[in-house]
């Protein structure tokens, strides 16, 4: 196992053992999501050459949660809850030996095509075998979309010693079920 995946191995296990999990579900209606997407798709390919997904809008819905909210993306370190005015946000990419969730930075101050890039970026650079560590370090949010039974019957692993939120919405558009599933991490 190369020293990368041991590491991830190492730190999945001690999150396991240490970190407290919460499930919740809820149903969105993403019509109106589904229709901007229409709209806008075809003009952000040609103009940004990168394709217009729903990745980026769960990415702004978290920031915007995560300002409204800020304890939600706090920490404690030692005696004191770190209050982070950012949002590094983890975001899952498959690759072809599982799945890694490097981090996009500073996503609070991304618009939906800046969010889209470097996920792609981000993407490319995990299915090439070229994430690093630092990559995939410092994340104070997860977000994963997966079908609506992945979160009921996978763990949620975080760092060590983080707590942990996962949210899973399931969203109705056009007579297909999709979901979205957010882990955080503190």
Avoid: W
Wanted: glycine content about 4%; charged content about 25%; overall charge positive.
């Amino acid at each position: 196992m190369n020293r990368m995946r041991l590491r991830i191995a190492e730190r999945l296990k001690e999150s396991q053992n240490s970190a407290a999990s919460l499930t919740t579900f809820n149903e969105i209606d993403m019509s109106s999501l589904m229709e901007m997407r229409k709209l806008y798709k075809d003009d952000v390919l040609k103009n940004h050459d990168v394709k217009l997904g729903f990745m980026s809008a769960f990415a702004r819905a978290c920031v915007l949660a995560l300002k409204e909210i800020p304890a939600a993306n706090a920490s404690i370190e030692g005696d004191s809850i770190v209050y982070r005015d950012y949002v590094d946000l983890s975001v899952a990419v498959a690759t072809p030996k599982g799945l890694v969730t490097p981090v996009v930075r500073n996503a609070e101050v991304m618009n939906f095509v800046d969010v889209e890039k470097e996920i792609a970026a981000l993407g490319k650079k995990a299915r090439d075998g070229k994430l690093t560590i630092e990559d995939m370090a410092g994340g104070s949010f997860t977000m994963c979309v997966h079908p609506v039974i992945i979160p009921v019957l996978s763990a949620s692993l975080t760092a060590p010693g983080s707590a942990v939120q996962t949210v899973a919405c399931s969203a109705v558009y056009s007579g297909r079920l999709s979901s979205m599933y957010l882990k955080r991490q503190s």
